[in-house]
Structures are given as C-alpha cells and as structure tokens.
C-alpha cells in the first residue's frame, strides 16, 4: 500500500546562534502536548501529520537524517533502521509506549542506541482497562447492548442474557509488574482472591495485595478469570497456547492487554468454540490490526482496538514522556526511562 506522508515542521530555537537546531522526527501523530514540549526545549520537530506508519524505507531514510527518533508500537525499529541511525549517531529511539517489543533493542545496544520507553504513566489507565473488558465479558455488556440496538428488547426476563459474577471470585494475574499490581489493588472493592505468577518477583510481592504467589499452572487451574500483563519477549510468545488454555476451567475467562503474540490466537478460537473455555476479552492481538476470523464469529468474546492506555490524560502523558526523554538524549543527559543502560555508560 503506497501511503502519503505529510510532514509538519515545528521550529525550535536550539540552534539561534548560528548552529542548526537538532532534528527530531515523530513517525506517526502525538498527542500536541508531547511536540511542544519537543519545540520548547530548541529543537527542530517534524511529525509524520499522516497518522498511518511509515513505510520501512522512509523510517530508514528518516533514521539516517535525524538527531532523534520518536516511535510508535506501530514502528518496526529492526537493525536495518539502527544501522542507519548509528551511522548517522542518531542519539535516542523514544517509544512511546511501555512495551518495546517494536524495537530490536538488542541491535540498538551493539550499534549503542539509547532506547526509551514511557514506564508507569499509563499503568492505571490500562488497569481500569483490563478490568473494564473482565466485566463486560463475565456480564455480556456488548452482547446485551447489541440485542437492545437490533431492537430485540421486548420485555424483561428471568433468563435474559444471563452473566458471570465477578465478586467473590478467582482472579489470576500472569506477569505481576505495574500493571498486574495496579489490576490486584482494584480488586480489593469486588472481594475477589488473588493469584498470581511472576517468574522474576517473589511472594513478597504480592503480600500487600493479599496475593498469593503461585506458578502458571496452578494459576490456570485455579482462576475464573486469568488476565496477562505480561511484556512480549521470546519467553512469553504464546505463553498461553492450548495446552495451558486445556488448565482453565471451562467456566472461566482468559483476558488480554498485554500484546497479542502472547496469546495462541488459533488456540484461543479452538478453545473458546469447543467450551475449554467460557469466554475471552482482548485488546490486542496476534496480526493486528487484523484478529483471527474466528473470533469475530464467537459471541463468547470481546475485543477492542489496543485501547488499553487510550484516555486522553495518559495519552498525553506518554508523548510528553517520550519527548523528556528525547530532550535528555539531546541534552546529554540520561534519559530517565532507557531499556538499554548499558549503552548510557558505553557512550559515556
Ligand atoms: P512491567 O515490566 O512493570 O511488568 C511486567 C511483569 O511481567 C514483570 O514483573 C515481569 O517480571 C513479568 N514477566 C516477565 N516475563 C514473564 C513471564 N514469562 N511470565 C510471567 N511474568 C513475566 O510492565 P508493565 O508496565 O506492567 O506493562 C506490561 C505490558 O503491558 C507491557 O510490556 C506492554 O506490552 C503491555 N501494555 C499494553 C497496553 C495496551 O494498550 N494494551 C498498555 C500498556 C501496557
């Protein structure tokens, strides 16, 4: 697909004495908030105004003729594009975004490219979320507002469009960092057990949370709704696949905001249509922005656009951390959010 690409020129004022401004290129559109800061600290911002990604020539090329790199989950930042970057010392790739599976960060650190992410700013956001899609998929909320639309309404009954209840219940949550923690302490008002699997922190963690360390298995086992917040990394691509999903018990619910690959979404369908499972909820997902078509055929499911982080405070605030970052790179100072510190100490 030939996509246009209309680029915005923001000034700064950086270079007033003569010398050039340091360049920072935006990929895709951001929240204005994350541009201004960009333009108020001196530098010269273009932003790809197209909102679609960037074909991968032109991320290269842009690679290759900035200072900086702003990046969205939508990039694909693989060693060609960091080649490109390291040979014109481009100083920072700024994600905007917690995760970072978008960006061949092992590439960056040999080529030494500082890589950034946006931690934390969007880790309630994305909880809320998480627990938004846990009940609208235990209480059919989409199902039942979709039946009232087609005018299917035609009185009250004992039977009608029947749910799960999530007070009282088995929550499991696999990968207990920010966010898996932020999803525990909102589970508190629904009177709900927790377990949780995180292979990195122990059964400290969880004490404050009255959360109960447990390993994957047993947390599959066990849960009436399993939700992951776990990053994509080689060990976590399909981290639940069918065998894991043949654990669950047929009444529960498999829900997702991590990133899509580490759910077996062909897995998933066979699951859910063979009743291993009762139902799923999913913000992201294995080929997007495509789903398997069998998901879209289910009415058991619920998804959702990778809207997890989607309020506009938080939006905001990750575009706002992003340019920090990128300020601090330019500046020469370490960027507060590095996924790659090695690279800061190497450079320095
Ligand atoms: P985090 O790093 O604070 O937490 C991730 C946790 O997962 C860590 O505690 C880590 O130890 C654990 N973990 C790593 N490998 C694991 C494994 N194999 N099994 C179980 N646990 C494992 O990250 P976070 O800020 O909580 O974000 C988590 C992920 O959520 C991000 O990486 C991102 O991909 C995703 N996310 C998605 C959206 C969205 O819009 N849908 C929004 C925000 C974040």
Redesign the pocket.
């Given at each position: 697909m030939v996509r246009a690409v209309s680029v915005h020129t923001y000034h700064g004022t950086a270079g007033k004495e003569g010398l050039m401004a340091p360049r920072v290129y935006v990929t895709r559109v951001i929240p204005r908030a994350g541009v201004d800061r960009l333009q108020q600290a001196g530098f010269d911002v273009d932003v790809n105004e197209g909102d679609v990604p960037l074909r991968q020539d032109d991320l290269v090329e842009k690679a290759r003729s900035y200072d900086a790199l702003v990046t969205l989950?939508t990039d694909r930042v693989d060693r060609r594009v960091l080649e490109a970057a390291a040979s014109a010392d481009l100083k920072i790739v700024a994600n905007v975004?917690?995760?970072?599976?978008n960006v061949d960060v092992a590439a960056a650190t040999d080529l030494g490219i500082p890589v950034t992410?946006t931690?934390?700013v969007?880790?309630e956001?994305?909880a809320d979320?998480a627990w938004a899609l846990l009940m609208s998929v235990a209480r059919r909320v989409p199902e039942a507002e979709q039946f009232f639309r087609a005018g299917k309404y035609h009185g009250w009954g004992i039977l009608m469009l029947l749910g799960e209840d999530v007070h009282g219940k088995t929550l499991g949550i696999?990968?207990?960092?920010?966010?898996?923690?932020?999803v525990a302490r909102r589970a508190a008002g629904f009177d709900v057990k927790i377990l949780y699997?995180?292979?990195?922190?122990g059964p400290d963690?969880g004490k404050p949370f009255g959360a109960q360390h447990v390993e994957?298995d047993t947390l599959l086992r066990e849960s009436d709704f399993v939700s992951v917040?776990?990053?994509?990394?080689p060990?976590?691509r399909h981290?639940i696949s069918t065998q894991q999903l043949q654990l669950m018990k047929p009444t529960a619910y498999l829900i997702?905001?991590?990133?899509g690959p580490?759910v077996d979404e062909g897995a998933l369908v066979e699951a859910l249509r063979a009743g291993i499972i009762k139902g799923a909820a999913l913000?992201?997902f294995e080929n997007e922005p495509l789903a398997h078509p069998g998901l879209l055929e289910l009415t058991n499911v619920v998804l959702t656009p990778?809207?997890?982080?989607?309020s506009r405070e938080t939006r905001d605030r990750m575009a706002t951390t992003a340019a920090d970052n990128a300020i601090a790179a330019l500046q020469g100072r370490r960027p507060p959010n590095l996924v790659n510190p090695e690279v800061w100490t190497e450079r320095k």
């Open positions: 989950l975004a917690v995760g970072y599976d992410n931690p934390g969007l880790t956001t994305t979320f696999a990968g207990f960092g920010r966010i898996g923690q932020a699997y995180d292979p990195v922190l963690v994957l917040h776990v990053p994509l990394t060990e976590t981290l997702n905001t991590s990133r580490v913000d992201v990778h809207i997890a982080s989607a």
